[in-house]
């Protein structure tokens, strides 16, 4: 059984589509970091990354985070340290237990 002419037509459709296939690609976003709060209630570093994953934006800025005021402090990847992981999580940021050393 020879499977030589269907893999030429598959790799000629695709070479023949390259450029069509890049020009609908999403252009990728900016490490920028200017929070927006999309409509799902979830902050995004910017505009582009809440769009990038198909949501709207509500408005400019940190969506607001309720946490308890427990004080139980970690350190974000940022060098802040946090009262506690609900804040860091609201600034999305990553974290350690324990505040950060100086």
Not at 45 to 72: E, F, H, T, W
Request: net charge neutral; proline share 7%; hydrophobic share 40%.
């Amino acid at each position: 059984m020879e499977r030589g002419p269907v893999f030429l037509c598959v790799v000629i459709f695709f070479v023949g589509l390259g450029d069509a296939v890049l020009r609908d690609l999403p252009a990728p976003c900016t490490a920028n970091h200017a929070p927006v709060c999309g409509e799902n209630g979830q902050t995004y570093d910017n505009v582009c990354l809440a769009r990038s994953v198909g949501i709207g934006i509500a408005y400019q800025g940190k969506c607001n985070c309720a946490c308890p005021k427990v004080k139980m402090p970690v350190c974000g990847y940022n060098g802040i340290t946090y009262d506690n992981a609900c804040l860091a999580k609201c600034d999305l940021v990553s974290f350690t237990p324990g505040a950060c050393s100086l």
